[in-house]
């Protein structure tokens, strides 16, 4: 350790939930294995300025999808909180921070080379390795995810990958995450779409077809989604929806809706890890490519969030 790196010398107080947090997930999160993902789409450098080690701006671009930093947001807090440099292996004494053009052209890499859909299934790979995921079923759901509907930009239109779509009485704009979690609340597929497709739209990219049992929400309760289940001899679990004027079995739908709900909100998890803990409220960029490819990294670090201490154990 150089003096650019000295603190405090006083008697260290408790620890804080950050640095927790970032101590477990240095833990668990499989580092070599995507170092190793990455490397050969890497630049290696020639004659002149080396580039920065892969490792360190994996870590930095975990750090932006864990505290929603933007680029020359995620530059300055290198430079003021010390956790954040000992995180990422960074002395000021002899080190360089990278600056913002070398953040965004580290993502654009992982973003060209689809590295971003990589990352997630070698996660998947890990987890199933220490059988840490469960075979019998899948639970589908959806959210919403807001984008700007500004126009004061330079093209003066909003993005025009993103759509509005109505939920309840109320009007939203931008795009939706379709997920299929296993029977625990851990994402196993995932699927961008804009926010005006149908929530059952997304069913054919987030199953197998080997699914024993599949539970959602009403929003697919669609005559289309119970076939392809009974086709396929899946037990189907999907919420139902009450048909207009209905009044026989009300009572039965309503105690089999809320027995599917009890099981189905596990599948909820994954999206408060994003939008309570991550902090990822709204759309960050334009286009479904960059948002898809950012969704599908939080949701491979929301898995190593949510079975950090079953991992830690193992």
């Not at 960074?90 to 921070?97: C, E, K, N, S, T």
Request: contains cysteine.
């Amino acid at each position: 350790m150089t003096f650019a790196e000295e603190q405090d010398l006083s008697r260290r107080r408790k620890q804080t939930r950050r640095e927790r947090f970032l101590a477990e997930m240095d833990a668990v999160v499989p580092w070599a294995r995507l170092v190793a993902l990455i490397e050969p789409h890497y630049p290696r450098g020639g004659s002149g300025r080396k580039p920065m080690p892969l490792e360190r701006m994996l870590r930095i671009h975990f750090l932006q999808q864990w505290y929603a930093y933007s680029d020359p947001g995620m530059e300055e807090a290198l430079y003021e909180i010390p956790l954040l440099r000992q995180f990422v292996g960074i002395d000021l004494g002899r080190d360089f921070v990278p600056d913002e053009t070398t953040l965004l052209k580290f993502r654009r890499l992982l973003e060209r080379h689809d590295l971003a859909r990589a990352i997630f299934e070698e996660v998947q790979v890990v987890l199933r390795e220490k059988g840490l995921l469960l075979q019998e079923g899948r639970m589908v759901d959806a959210t919403l995810i807001h984008a700007p509907s500004s126009t004061k930009n330079r093209e003066r239109k909003r993005d025009p990958e993103m759509s509005s779509t109505k939920k309840g009485n109320q009007w939203y704009f931008g795009m939706k995450a379709h997920v299929a979690t296993d029977l625990q609340g851990i994402v196993e597929a995932v699927e961008v779409t804009t926010a005006k497709v149908p929530d059952h739209k997304a069913l054919d990219a987030l199953l197998t077809g080997e699914e024993r049992v599949v539970l959602a929400d009403r929003g697919y309760d669609y005559p289309s989604v119970h076939e392809r289940l009974a086709a396929q001899g899946t037990q189907d679990a999907v919420a139902l929806r009450r048909t207009p004027g209905q009044r026989k079995g009300l009572a039965a739908l309503k105690r089999y809706n809320r027995s599917v709900a009890r099981i189905r909100a596990l599948g909820e998890h994954a999206f408060r890890v994003l939008k309570c803990q991550f902090g990822y409220r709204k759309a960050r960029y334009r286009g479904l490519a960059k948002n898809g490819a950012q969704l599908t990294t939080l949701f491979a670090l929301a898995n190593l969030h949510l079975l950090r201490r079953r991992l830690l154990t193992a």
